[in-house]
């Protein structure tokens, strides 16, 4: 099940929330506001662009390119240090392409939307797991941004930070923030041409021919509400998180799992379940930076949790899918 690991974590979910026309005095000084017009500007505008993604001491340079029209959203984001590779975007479509047999390890932010677009309903609502506040400004890829803080409420997510270009609300630089105030990882824009006139050629791929592997990250997942069979497990899960996607699929082996994806609309984990030997196994956990891995065995299944969260998040569903495992089937 590792093989399926950071790949296969899908972090984000589609949002735009508009505002009513009941907006009170002074709306602009609102986080409500301001994450408003952030949903709608990563989705809505045209835009060609450099990162840079600072994550366990390693730094990627990346390039997106993306475009909205009456035809939908097109988005290609590749990199230009270190191994060749190229994830593009076609409405809910997602592809990786690598080169040769080079392994899909993407990182989790490389996978499908690259920059986040929020549930503001959710994130401001009473079942939030966050406090929301505005910041000061910050001049960032020679733009002026406002700074939003986003803490966690309690153990099981972390914190992060926003820099909103002023004039358009456009996502700028994101932060990962731990409990004790430290940076995880950070993804930045270093310069940006936002209103860009974006060609049919700028989105397709470069790495073409048959040294080349190809991969949909998305074919194995549907709303939860339209899972095709039953879902099998259903474990506790902290306060906030909700099922947002299911499947089934098959690994590298041809094994079949099952996959479930929960959400509290900014962070995210995964969980695989596929058939295992009889014997139990206890926990164990395992760290990539931000991103922990709680795997453990029993009742004849192989339950592996993985996300961008707390290790103690990972830990609390693992150890309630290994509990229910052992209760006796209702008949």
Not at 120 to 142: C, F, K
């Amino acid at each position: 099940m590792q093989t399926l690991l950071p790949h296969r974590i899908l972090a984000t979910l589609i949002a735009g929330i508009v505002l009513t026309a009941l907006v009170p005095a002074r709306a602009e000084d609102s986080v409500q506001h301001w994450l408003d017009r952030m949903a709608r500007a990563v989705e809505s505008l045209d835009y060609r662009g450099t990162l840079v993604h600072v994550r366990n001491g390693r730094v990627d340079t990346l390039r997106i390119v993306h475009r909205a029209d009456s035809d939908g959203v097109r988005q290609r984001i590749y990199s230009v240090d270190g191994v060749p590779r190229e994830v593009l975007r076609n409405g809910d479509s997602v592809r990786c392409v690598l080169p040769g047999d080079e392994p899909m390890m993407l990182e989790s932010q490389l996978a499908g939307r690259l920059l986040p677009s929020l549930p503001v309903n959710r994130l401001l609502g009473p079942e939030s797991g966050y406090r929301m506040s505005l910041g000061g400004r910050e001049r960032v890829a020679d733009m002026m941004a406002r700074i939003i803080h986003i803490q966690p409420r309690d153990a099981y997510r972390y914190g992060s930070r926003l820099w909103l270009e002023e004039r358009t609300g456009m996502l700028l630089r994101y932060a990962l923030i731990d409990h004790d105030g430290e940076q995880l990882q950070q993804l930045s824009f270093t310069s940006l041409d936002l209103g860009a006139k974006i060609t049919d050629s700028e989105l397709e791929p470069s790495l073409v021919g048959n040294e080349v592997s190809t991969e949909s990250i998305d074919e194995s997942m549907q709303p939860a509400g339209s899972v095709a069979g039953p879902v099998t497990v259903r474990p506790r899960v902290p306060r906030g998180f909700r099922l947002a996607n299911a499947g089934k699929g098959r690994g590298p082996d041809g094994s079949e799992f099952e996959h479930l994806l929960y959400s509290d609309g900014l962070s995210s984990f995964s969980i695989y379940v596929e058939r295992a030997g009889s014997d139990a196994m206890a926990g164990r956990v395992e760290t990539m930076g931000p991103v922990h891995v709680y795997t453990t065995q029993g009742g004849g299944r192989l339950f592996t949790v993985v996300g961008e969260v707390p290790a103690a998040t990972v830990e609390f569903v693992g150890r309630q899918l290994r509990r229910t495992s052992r209760l006796p089937s209702r008949r």
